[in-house]
T-cell receptor, first 112, second 113 residues
């Protein structure tokens, strides 16, 4: 079945550092891809999305590009802030299917 | 502002108890979902519903049931709670065929003793 793989382990970095979180997917067809963020004590909220190959999703300084050739959707931010500390989930959805398949999530901790 | 609310933020129950987790959305969404979130496992879909009185099993339905009597409300039921059901439970709703409209509630952290 369709699945999403995120890099292992939490990510700890200093304020203003560059952030990358890797996400690769396995799917038949052409899924839509998403990044969700979960701030402490809250539910998940959509951060950005891309619906076709080479699309770039962006929001709040975060970006991710849908790469069909490498089946990837890596999340990047050029200069992180303490307020970006959260858990980040990569997800995919196939057309006509209302379900989302989530990766395991990555805890990001930004130190002042 | 769109809202998905869950009846409790924290819940402590004993093994064998029947547990009800309630979720209400005010966006007139047809689809509603129940997930559990565990460290190292991410989110796993328990059940979802695409209309009133309709339900479908997700990836881990064992030990759970659901009820959708009204469009805005989706209940998750643990018939006989067990310690391995200690987890964070997240409810979500979305429009049909619009997974990018999936909105989540704040979660219920359930502890089964």
């Amino acid at each position: 079945g369709d699945s999403v793989t995120q890099m292992e382990g939490p990510v700890t970095l200093s304020e203003e550092a560059f952030l990358t979180i890797n996400c690769t997917y396995t799917a038949t067809g052409y899924p839509s891809l998403f990044w969700y963020v979960q701030y402490p004590g809250e539910g998940l909220q959509l951060l950005l999305k891309a619906t076709k190959a080479d699309d770039k999703g962006s929001n709040k300084g975060f970006e991710a590009t849908y790469r069909k050739e490498t089946t990837s959707f890596h999340l990047e931010k050029g200069s992180v802030q303490v307020s970006d500390s959260a858990v980040y989930f990569c997800a995919l959805s196939q057309g006509g299917n209302n379900r989302l398949a989530f990766g395991k999530g990555n805890q990001v901790v930004v130190i002042p | 502002d769109v809202k998905v609310t869950q009846s409790s933020r924290y819940l402590v129950k004993r093994t064998g108890e029947k547990v009800f987790l309630e979720c209400v959305q005010d966006m007139d969404h047809e689809n509603m979902f129940w997930y559990r979130q565990d460290p190292g496992l991410g989110l796993r879909l328990i059940y979802f519903s695409y209309d009133v009185k309709m339900k479908e099993k997700g990836d881990i339905p064992e030990g759970y049931s659901v009820s959708r009597e009204k469009k805005e409300r989706f209940s998750l039921i643990l018939e006989s709670a067990s310690t391995n059901q200690t987890s964070m439970y997240l409810c979500a709703s979305s429009l049909p065929d619009r997974p990018d409209t999936q909105y989540f509630g704040p979660g219920t952290r359930l502890t089964v003793l």
